[in-house]
């Protein structure tokens, strides 16, 4: 069934703008920008890429064991915490003002990552 709509030239104008403002504000993983790009950052980075290998080794040797994983557990893990901490500290002059839950955000992100990758068996057990 197809049905008119009648719009002003002022609502069109309301709905594009806020559809440009709503691209431009999500990055390329639904996240703010400083956000987005620190992950970016971290994901093509030797140093980075390294510790994110260490410790996907890390919880493959727990799967292997029968440990279920999930994102809650591991985004709040040592090991986490202190990856998230290096990428910070390695990449601060890339940081913008970032709000409280930026630490958090970026540690679930990368957990849910893991686990899917994990999941998906991009990697040997």
């Known amino acids: 069934m197809r049905r008119t709509i009648r719009l002003t030239e002022q609502e069109l104008k309301n ?4 559809c440009v403002k709503r691209t431009i504000n999500e990055g390329i993983y639904d996240y703010p920008d400083g956000i987005d790009h ?3 950052l971290s994901e093509n980075d ?3 890429y390294d510790i994110y290998w260490s410790i996907i080794q890390m919880f493959l040797k727990k799967v292997k064991k029968g440990v279920d994983l ?3 557990i591991l985004a709040n893990s040592s090991i986490m915490k202190k990856y998230q901490q290096f990428v910070f500290r390695k990449f ?3 940081q913008p003002n970032f709000d409280r ?3 958090r955000a970026f540690r679930e992100y990368i ?3 893991m686990i899917e990758r994990i999941n998906n068996g ?3 057990y």
Request: contains cysteine.
């Open 15 to 18: 709905i594009v703008s806020e």
């Open 38 to 40: 620190l992950i970016f």
């Open 46 to 48: 030797r140093e980075c």
């Open 70 to 72: 999930s994102v809650d």
């Open 92 to 94: 601060k002059n890339e």
């Open 101 to 103: 839950n930026a630490p």
């Open 111 to 113: 957990a849910e990552r």
């Open 122 to 124: 991009e990697f040997d």
